[in-house]
């Protein structure tokens, strides 16, 4: 079953707007972690915000916000004023935190995001 | 914050031959490093999960004896694409676990 699901392949924005790119995820474990990556044309992997399955606020890092709606299961990423470094693919991933050792990263499909001038 | 680099960050070679990758960890120990692969214009998908002092973790489909990976130390973890076909050129990029850190990532192209 897809754990995290990313309905927008690509999305456009005026510069200096906001956007918001989607993502639900789907776990049974109470304890998880949600993350936004940035990975722009040099293909690093740029982490952007954090969320924990039990933060009762909604995580920000600057530009960054992320929308947590645990009861619909979803972690939207919305980046205010949007600038033209901006463009880029974003993905949303999710680490389920309650079973012991290691866990891995599960992403989804991903978001293109363009912005213009 | 965690830094992880990696090595060679990119590689062309011909078809049949391998190649190695290295991913270090640069300012903490881990005794485990988790590898992905991403195809073009795809996601990330883990590959295999690297263990210190034991054999790595394969995730099901990967095949072992064709991606051999080493964890020779706390901080250097190695994937090795044995007999390389074109099919297996993709973006290959580390991460160290329970941080938010990849490594830069290697871009392997086989003629």
């Known amino acids: 079953a897809q754990k995290i699901t990313q309905t927008q392949p690509g999305m456009f924005v005026q510069e200096k707007e906001a956007v918001t790119l989607d993502c639900t995820y789907d776990t049974s474990d109470p304890s998880y972690g949600l993350f936004w990556y940035k990975q722009p044309s040099s293909g690093e992997m740029i982490f952007l915000i954090y969320q924990g399955s039990y933060d009762q606020q909604n995580a920000t890092e600057g530009r960054y916000s992320l929308n947590f709606q645990k009861a619909r299961k979803s972690a939207n990423l919305v980046i205010s004023a949007s600038q033209l470094g901006d463009s880029a693919m974003y993905f949303c991933?999710?680490?389920?935190?309650?079973?012991?050792?290691?866990?891995?990263?599960?992403f989804g499909a991903g978001t293109r995001l363009a912005v213009h001038p | 914050g965690a830094v992880v680099s990696q090595h060679p960050s990119w590689v062309i070679c011909k078809s049949g031959t391998s190649v190695k990758i290295e991913c270090r960890s640069l300012?903490?120990?881990?005794?485990?490093m988790f590898w992905y692969r991403q195809f073009p214009k795809q996601s990330l998908m883990l590959m295999a999960t690297?263990?210190?002092?034991?054999?790595?973790?394969?995730e099901q489909g990967v095949e072992k004896d064709k991606f051999l990976i080493n964890h020779a130390s706390l901080t250097l973890s190695t994937l090795t694409v044995t007999s390389a076909h074109p099919e297996d050129s993709s973006f290959y990029i580390c991460?160290?676990?329970?941080?938010?850190?990849f490594g830069p990532g290697t871009r392997l192209t086989v003629l």
């Open positions: 991933a999710m680490r389920e935190e309650f079973s012991g050792g290691y866990n891995k990263l599960i």
């Open positions: 300012d903490f120990q881990a005794t485990t």
């Open positions: 690297s263990n210190e002092g034991s054999k790595a973790t394969y």
């Open positions: 991460s160290a676990p329970d941080t938010q850190y």
